[in-house]
């Protein structure tokens, strides 16, 4: 039987590989996080099926409130709304969430790790509810309570994606046992948002890398830096995870560079549209595949390969990334407490009653 060729039809790479379900869960902090223990983020893992409160955690998430569950501290920029009338007669008695084992399991690693933490949920950061906790001199999405952490889980759109089996295993399919859920708990490190970078394998080669933050930094614009960047990240990859990561030769990785001599793994991804390309389309990165199986002979023009881009002009007009997500703090403390219909009756009176200050002034 003859070899194929690249040019062979059947040899030529699909626009996205196919994803065997071991695959998809080798992205996971769990499943690679003892592997490459020394070069990443300190973490723990708790599984809440362990715990024996997933489906309590479940239920309290899909709850139609923001209760947070009991014993989980509230976060003192947070005080209860005083926007029921003590003459109203109709006052429902509160839910009460209880999330014991799960809240000690916080506690314990908010101790472990002096206070701070960064969660995450299976794959996903709740990034996009970054905007409800306060800003501090650490950084977004530091928790330093158990509070913080439901806060951010009950105000995030992006980590629904991990509780659907059929989007999570996506193209594969779920399994018949649903979802595992791990809530990922990661010592709170700052990390400087110029030295992030998305790295993109296919076929078992490292075809580009791009910086994650969207803003121009001038250290990155000289092309002996660029040069060294590239260099730093090719034999990081080639000397640490290539032949080493479990989940096939497609897929994406996030490292953090805070000095050429100690590049950091901060997570992996699945090389889908879910993820990503940031600077980069995946038609492009297509391109850059296929053209890298070509015979050198054919090609000699070709860069050596990964790609670097990085961002080369300011940004004008920009907003925030997750601006869609966002709402006033005001609107988050009355809401305390309150199903989302009773949210939106009585945030309505308030602004009524706010317009008419406006008049009589």
């Known amino acids: 039987m003859p070899i194929p060729t690249p040019s062979s039809p059947l040899s030529l790479p699909s626009l996205f590989p196919d994803y065997p379900r071991e695959h998809i869960d080798a992205t996971r902090i769990s499943s690679w996080y003892s592997t490459f223990r020394a070069l990443t983020v300190p973490s723990v893992i708790v599984d809440l099926a362990s715990l024996g409160e997933k489906d309590s955690f479940l239920h309290w998430l899909a709850s139609d409130s923001i209760f947070l569950p009991e014993n989980s501290e509230p976060s003192r920029r947070m005080t209860p ?24 399991a916080i506690w314990d690693v908010l101790r472990k790790y002096g206070g701070d933490v960064f969660p995450k949920l299976n794959w996903t950061a709740p990034r996009d509810a970054a905007f409800i906790l306060p800003q501090t001199s650490s950084g977004p999405l530091c928790c330093t309570s158990p509070a913080d952490v439901y806060l951010l889980l009950k105000s995030s759109d992006l980590i629904s994606h991990d509780l659907d089996p059929e989007a999570a295993y996506h193209p594969s399919p779920p399994p018949d046992d649903g979802v595992k859920i791990e809530l990922v708990l990661r010592k709170y490190t700052s990390i400087n948002p110029s030295t992030e970078f998305r790295c993109f394998v296919r076929r078992n080669m490292l075809l580009g890398v791009s910086q994650r933050d969207g803003n121009r930094y001038e250290h990155w614009q000289g092309i002996r830096a660029r040069q060294r960047l590239v260099e730093t990240v090719r034999s990081f990859w ?35 549209p879910t993820t990503d390309p940031l600077l980069f ?36 007009g920009a907003g925030y990334e997750f601006a869609g997500n966002m709402m006033p703090l005001e609107m988050v403390q009355m809401s305390e407490g309150q199903t989302f219909t009773d949210f939106t009756r009585m945030w309505g009176e308030a602004m009524e009653e706010a317009m008419g200050d406006s008049e009589d002034e």
């Open 238 to 272: 080639e000397d640490e995870i290539r032949g080493v990561y479990e989940g096939g030769d497609d897929y994406i990785f996030d490292i953090d560079l805070p000095s050429p001599s100690s590049p950091r793994i901060i997570d992996f991804n699945i090389y889908r």
């Open 81 to 104: 709304a005083s926007t029921s009338s003590s003459d109203d007669g109709d006052d429902e008695e509160a839910p009460v969430y209880r999330l014991p084992l799960l809240t000690k």
């Open 281 to 316: 389309t995946y038609p492009q990165l297509h391109a850059i595949l296929i053209r890298s199986l070509q015979p050198p002979e054919e090609d000699k023009t070709r860069e050596r390969l990964p790609i670097l881009r990085v961002v080369e002009q300011e940004r004008s």
